[in-house]
């Protein structure tokens, strides 16, 4: 009788070759025929035992604060035993291209608990991912003079990235939090003059900074000729100085760019905050208007000092006036999963007058008012686009 082999089989020795390049753990064998030395060769994975290499499909997510529903950038996004992963973008979304099997997502965030799921990826598949805040009790806090770079994240040469958590630690002013105080906090970036709230970067004058404020020109970004700056620290998400390697969106400045994101009004619930300070007030409302489509954020700040003229003042200066205000708002419009539209609007507005302290020939004059502000208006709008799988 004729011996028939199968031709995808192999003796013994090849396979003993085999388990010495992939190793025992990724090797199994069995018998075709029993008292036969014929052997068939399957390998193994210890992640995916069944795994399909030719078939791939597209896994997109959003990640969310589980409370507030808001985007949560830079999450690392990666699958348990794979040395592969990636970051969601501005927006919270993230995208990754998997063979057919089985997997353990794994997505973890500064602030936030990790999170782990199992997933059988057997088709294109969207999910999103709600991550939940966690806060650790301290028994004591120590200040150095390093603990404010704990703070400031440098994703790329030259750039320095500050979060609005970050910024309300460095010790405020007379009550009010400022941006371009906290950024003479790093390396390369100091101070006009004392009083003065300008910066120069690596020796830059003040004009050669370009500032932007949800990707709208800021020319003069001071109140009260250089005291405060113009910012609304309760509606900024996060403040990017470049000071080197300057991206060509942005055009061209000698010095730096500073780049100021205002914070997107949460689709889920409403909140307000405030506060009194001895120059200004402030108040800040987030409101949703149609849950889970639109919202509103208005940030509002009114100074609150002519009473220092009229009670501390001479006679010379208790006509004195020295006012200014902010507002901002911000409308977000969540039509689908895809896009995002959103509105931002910025106003501020200085006030001087002062009594005339000189006569000039031929001039007729009691007193000088002097006024300037920025009116900006922004529309964004954000679309993910996808890969399609074929």
Same mark, same amino acid.
């Given at each position: 009788?004729?011996?028939?082999?199968?031709?995808?089989?192999?003796? #013994?020795?090849?396979?003993?070759?085999?388990?010495?390049?992939?190793?025992?753990?990724?090797?199994?064998?069995?018998?075709?025929?029993?008292?036969?030395?014929?052997?068939?060769?399957? #390998?193994?994975?210890?992640?995916?035992?069944?795994?399909?290499?030719?078939?791939?499909?597209?896994?997109?997510?959003?990640?969310?604060?589980?409370?507030?529903?808001?985007?949560?950038?830079?999450?690392?996004?990666?699958?348990? @035993?794979?040395?592969?992963?990636?970051?969601?973008?501005?927006?919270?979304?993230?995208?990754?291209?998997?063979?057919?099997?089985?997997?353990?997502?794994?997505?973890?965030?500064?602030? @936030?608990?990790?999170?782990?799921?199992?997933?059988?990826?057997?088709?294109?598949?969207?999910?999103?991912?709600? %991550?939940?805040?966690?806060?650790?009790?301290?028994?004591?806090?120590?200040?150095?003079?390093?603990?404010?770079?704990?703070?400031?994240?440098?994703?790329?040469?030259?750039?320095?990235?500050?979060?609005?958590?970050?910024?309300?630690?460095?010790p405020a002013m007379m009550g009010e939090v400022d941006i371009l105080r906290s950024l003479q906090t790093l390396p390369g970036v100091s101070s006009v003059g004392e009083g003065s709230n300008g910066i120069n970067v690596r020796g830059g004058a003040v004009d050669q900074n370009l500032i932007y404020v949800d990707d709208t020109p800021i020319f003069n970004p001071t109140h009260l000729f250089g005291l405060f700056s113009i910012f609304p620290s309760?509606?900024?998400?996060?403040?990017?100085?470049?000071?080197?390697?300057?991206?060509?969106?942005?055009?061209?400045?000698?010095?730096?760019? %500073?780049?100021?994101?205002?914070?997107?009004?949460?689709?889920?619930?409403?909140?307000?905050?405030?506060?009194?300070?001895?120059?200004?007030?402030?108040?800040?409302?987030?409101?949703?208007?149609?849950?889970?489509?639109?919202?509103?954020?208005?940030?509002?700040?009114?100074?609150?000092?002519?009473?220092?003229?009229?009670?501390?003042?001479?006679?010379?200066?208790?006509?004195?006036?020295?006012?200014?205000?902010?507002?901002?708002?911000?409308?977000?419009?969540?039509?689908?999963?895809?896009?995002?539209?959103?509105?931002?609007?910025?106003?501020?507005?200085?006030?001087?007058?002062?009594?005339?302290?000189?006569?000039?020939?031929?001039?007729?004059?009691?007193?000088?008012?002097?006024?300037?502000?920025?009116?900006? %208006?922004?529309?964004?709008?954000?679309?993910?686009?996808?890969?399609?799988?074929?």
């Amino acid at each position: 009788m004729k011996n028939n082999k199968p031709i995808n089989s192999f003796k #013994l020795p090849i396979f003993i070759l085999l388990m010495g390049i992939f190793g025992a753990n990724y090797f199994s064998v069995a018998k075709t025929q029993r008292n036969s030395n014929t052997l068939l060769a399957r #390998l193994n994975s210890p992640v995916n035992k069944d795994r399909t290499f030719l078939r791939t499909f597209a896994l997109v997510g959003n990640v969310v604060d589980v409370e507030s529903q808001k985007p949560i950038p830079n999450a690392s996004v990666s699958i348990d @035993y794979v040395k592969s992963g990636v970051i969601t973008d501005s927006t919270g979304n993230f995208y990754m291209r998997l063979t057919q099997g089985e997997y353990i997502l794994k997505i973890s965030a500064v602030g @936030y608990k990790i999170f782990r799921k199992y997933i059988k990826l057997d088709k294109d598949t969207k999910m999103k991912i709600e %991550l939940q805040s966690v806060s650790n009790m301290l028994e004591e806090v120590i200040v150095s003079s390093v603990a404010t770079r704990k703070d400031i994240q440098t994703p790329s040469l030259g750039v320095s990235l500050l979060s609005l958590k970050g910024i309300k630690k460095i010790p405020a002013m007379m009550g009010e939090v400022d941006i371009l105080r906290s950024l003479q906090t790093l390396p390369g970036v100091s101070s006009v003059g004392e009083g003065s709230n300008g910066i120069n970067v690596r020796g830059g004058a003040v004009d050669q900074n370009l500032i932007y404020v949800d990707d709208t020109p800021i020319f003069n970004p001071t109140h009260l000729f250089g005291l405060f700056s113009i910012f609304p620290s309760d509606a900024i998400r996060e403040v990017e100085l470049y000071k080197g390697g300057v991206p060509a969106r942005f055009g061209g400045r000698t010095a730096s760019v %500073l780049d100021i994101k205002m914070s997107e009004p949460s689709l889920e619930k409403g909140s307000v905050q405030g506060g009194i300070g001895a120059i200004s007030n402030r108040l800040t409302f987030e409101t949703p208007l149609i849950k889970e489509k639109l919202s509103l954020m208005t940030s509002a700040r009114v100074s609150f000092n002519d009473f220092w003229f009229k009670w501390f003042g001479t006679p010379e200066v208790k006509n004195t006036r020295a006012n200014f205000y902010d507002l901002a708002s911000k409308v977000f419009f969540k039509p689908d999963k895809k896009n995002t539209i959103s509105l931002t609007a910025y106003i501020n507005h200085d006030f001087y007058r002062v009594d005339s302290l000189f006569s000039l020939e031929n001039v007729v004059a009691n007193q000088t008012d002097f006024t300037y502000g920025h009116q900006n %208006l922004a529309l964004r709008w954000n679309h993910f686009f996808q890969v399609k799988v074929v």
